[in-house]
Every structure is written in C-alpha cells, then in structure tokens.
C-alpha cells in the first residue's frame, strides 16, 4: 500500500477556513439587525460576504485528502471497509450523539411537542437532514460525500483520463441541480444541506488530490 506524503499546507489552508467561517458568524446577526443607514453597516456586509468562504474551502479539502490518500492504494474490499469502519467511528456515531445533545439542550426545550412520538419523529427529521443545530449541516454534507467517494474513487482508477472532464462534470451537475431545484424540485429543507450543491468543489478537490 502506497502512503501519500503529508501535505503540511493542510494545515495553514484550513486555518483559513476556520477564520472565513468565524468572520461570517461574528458577522451574520449585525447584517440582520443593524440599521442599514449606519456607517458600520456596509463593513459587516463587506465582511460578511468577503469571508464567505469557509463551507466551500473545507469541501475542497475534504475531496483533496481523501482523493490524495486512497487514489494510489489498492482498491479492494478490504480499503472500502476500512474506509467506512473510520468513518463510522471518527464522524458518524459523534454525528450522532451531537445532534442527540443539542436536540435535547437547545432544539427541544423551545418546541411544543404533543406527545413523545412526534419528539421522536422531529429528532430523526432534523438527524436526516442535518438540522438539529445549525452547524451540523456540514458533517451531513460529509456523509454524502463518503457516500458518493468509493463509486468516484473506482470509476477515476478504472480511467484516469476521466478525471480532467470532472472538473467541468462537477460544474455542470452542481447548477443543473441549482436549475432542476429552482423550476422543478423544489427541495424544502434547503439546498445548503445537499451535496449536489457543492459538486464543482469535490470534483475540484478530486482533480487535484489525484494529481497532486
């Protein structure tokens, strides 16, 4: 099995991210609530959008690694098993349990509820969608991901050739769905939660982790 060399610009990129992501939520309430005649309202809004970069950045990385790590190992049962089995471990039961915790600490208390069945049926409602608090849509973006990754992973061994037109594939399957949701889906529980909406970034992220 092949290991790929640490990439220690990783790091320092999603330093970045993370300092994107706190300007837009430091920002987020003073965009809403301030006055748009004050003096300091055009900065936050500045601030607000320029840094909007977080959610995308942390995709494209997440595409990097994993296509970075695995293009060169042999592909075979036992990888897609470890694959799944860290995955389980490290991002889907703490998935879980998180979105159990703020259900029950900041969603729950808030909401009435008629009797425990319909608790029961909001909790997997917002566990299947990424909405038991607000940040855990990112990590239901991830599973989809993970889930999507060992078919792409196959297809781009099987024909390397393939993996330049997912540069542009990404693009067009990620606003065909922008499209086909605006006039014909019309996905309720907001497109933000939905890989499709990202594809142009995970094909980037696969183009370059594979070529790297």
């Known amino acids: 099995m092949n290991k790929s060399k640490q990439i220690n610009?990783?790091?320092?990129?999603?330093?970045?991210?993370?300092?994107?992501?706190?300007?837009?939520?430091?920002?987020?309430?003073?965009?809403?609530?301030?006055?748009?005649?004050?003096?300091?309202?055009?900065?936050?809004?500045?601030?607000?959008?320029?840094?909007?970069?977080?959610t995308a950045t942390f995709i494209f990385l997440s595409a990097f690694?994993?296509?970075?790590?695995?293009?060169?190992?042999?592909?075979?049962?036992?990888l897609i098993k470890n694959f799944y089995l860290n995955r389980l471990k490290f991002v889907i039961i703490p998935y879980f349990i998180f979105s159990g915790l703020y259900f029950y600490i900041v969603a729950s208390p808030f909401t009435q509820y008629s009797d425990n069945a319909e608790i029961i049926w909001d909790f997997l409602v917002k566990l299947g969608t990424g909405k038991a608090y607000d940040q855990l849509y990112f990590v239901f973006i991830s599973i989809q991901f993970y889930l999507l990754f060992p078919?792409?992973?196959?297809?781009?061994?099987?024909?390397?050739?393939?993996?330049?037109?997912?540069?542009?594939f990404g693009f067009v399957l990620q606003w065909a769905f922008v499209f086909l949701n605006s006039y014909y889906f019309r996905i309720t529980i907001g497109t933000g939660s939905i890989a499709f909406s990202y594809m142009s970034y995970y094909f980037l992220g696969a183009f370059l982790g594979i070529y790297y």
């Not at 078919?151 to 390397?160: E, I, Q, S």
């Open 9 to 54: 610009e990783i790091y320092i990129t999603r330093a970045l991210a993370i300092l994107g992501v706190i300007m837009v939520h430091s920002t987020s309430f003073a965009t809403v609530e301030l006055d748009i005649t004050s003096a300091l309202y055009p900065l936050y809004v500045f601030l607000n959008r320029f840094f909007a970069f977080g």
């Open 65 to 78: 690694v994993l296509f970075y790590s695995y293009y060169n190992r042999r592909f075979d049962r036992e």
């Open 151 to 168: 078919l792409l992973l196959w297809v781009f061994k099987k024909n390397k050739a393939l993996v330049k037109h997912g540069l542009w």
